[in-house]
């Protein structure tokens, strides 16, 4: 019994030995086998350059409610946080001297229209006198400047009235634009004045919606110049939204325009979207991100990330099938991604094979035995004759 210890571990020793050989990755001659990998075919294509930029919700209209006379207000017409259109009563101003200043008005225009009429009639009774030289040629002139007098002073009496008249209307104040009006900053029984800094109420437009997005005036400048020298092409205008709780905004919108100025303070420059907002889920001064495709490339390349890997200065580097099936590592641009890509703008040329499945044991100028990658595959080094003779001395 104790000379049989020695023996089996002595076997076992040797099963290891075996077990060892086959996971080396050699084969029984003590050559490197090659490892079946999957490549993918890479070729240029327009892929578009996405933005993400902030911004703030702005109603597409706003008007401040406020009076245009002088008075006590008497009355407010409408339902606060409603919705109102546009000429629809508001308030009313106590309208009792207005309604007097149009009834004086009135009177000295009749005033002035009865002078006139006299002054031209007797300007007309002047005129043949005055050829028979009955009377005086200079009375005959001051009776024709009298008539003239008399007719200016109804046309001055005529707008007097219409002023008086408008001054009647605007006591009853009215709503310029169609939208949601919120609180009213004033009640019943408040003074109010022409020339006050606070307004009655505020109404707002919120279908359709403005988005005020910011984007730093160099990253403009940058797009610019690349559009400038044929090295991206425009983009749409087409704007998609997300909310600030991370939730997509269903309806896409589209770029008005964008600010020729640039914000001294940050530095940015303000494009402006305007969006759809039938159900009012955008509101004024809510914050969002805007993401739309500003540019785009046409000569960049997509590949899978499990393609690209890092090296310690963090550059990008992937693995090709080289010459002879050997591995052959080369840095390239890759700085954002697309989907399940990543976007990469240089280090490769189209009809490289890019190896994109069995990457984590490559080294420069390793034997390997590419399949492209979309084919049925066993990615890996299979496993060799020393492990399968590891299990059988195991076995026994």
């Known amino acids: 019994m104790l000379h049989k210890k020695p023996l089996l571990l002595a076997g076992a020793l040797c099963a290891m030995t075996l077990s060892l050989g086959a996971c080396s990755g050699k084969d029984d001659k003590g050559g490197n086998r090659a490892a079946q990998v999957g490549f993918v075919v890479v070729r240029e294509e327009a892929v578009p350059i996405t933005t993400a930029l902030g911004g703030r919700t702005v109603a597409f209209e706003t008007s401040e409610v406020r009076p245009q006379v002088n008075g006590i207000v008497r009355q407010r017409l409408f339902t606060e946080g409603g919705t109102v259109r546009a000429g629809q009563p508001l308030f009313q101003i106590d309208a009792s001297l207005y309604k007097a200043a149009v009834d004086q008005a009135a009177a000295n225009l009749a005033s002035a229209r009865a002078s006139a009429q006299a002054a031209e009639e007797k300007a007309k009774r002047f005129e043949p006198l005055a050829k028979m030289q009955a009377v005086a040629e200079q009375d005959y002139t001051d009776a024709l400047a009298q008539a003239r007098v008399a007719r200016a002073a109804v046309a001055q009496s005529a707008a007097s009235l219409e002023t008086a008249r408008i001054n009647l209307r605007y006591s009853t104040i009215t709503a310029p634009i169609g939208g949601h009006i919120g609180r009213s900053l004033v009640t019943p029984g408040a003074l109010v004045s022409a020339s006050q800094a606070t307004p009655l109420a505020v109404i707002q437009r919120t279908d359709p919606m403005y988005v005020d997005i910011q984007q730093s005036a160099a990253d403009m400048t940058r797009l610019r110049q690349s559009l400038a020298s044929g090295g991206v092409a425009a983009g749409s205008t087409s704007v998609r939204l997300k909310l600030e709780d991370g939730s997509d905004y269903g309806l896409p919108g589209t770029v008005q325009f964008s600010e020729v100025t640039v914000n001294e ?121 020393s492990a399968d003779k590891s299990a059988a001395t195991k076995g026994q």
């Open 265 to 385: 303070a940050t530095g940015t420059v303000t494009l402006r979207a305007r969006f759809p907002n039938p159900s009012g889920l955008l509101m004024p001064g809510m914050f969002v991100t805007a993401l739309f495709d500003q540019a785009v490339n046409p000569a960049a390349m997509l590949v899978p990330q499990a393609a690209v890997q890092r090296d310690f200065d963090g550059s990008a580097f992937v693995y090709l099938v080289g010459k002879d099936n050997k591995a052959e590592r080369r840095k390239v641009d890759a700085d954002r991604t697309v989907g399940a890509n990543w976007v990469v703008t240089g280090g490769l040329k189209p009809g490289d094979r890019v190896i994109t499945q069995g990457v984590g044991n490559l080294k420069q100028g390793s034997a390997i035995k590419p399949v492209p990658a979309s084919s049925q595959q066993r990615v890996g080094a299979p496993a060799g004759k």
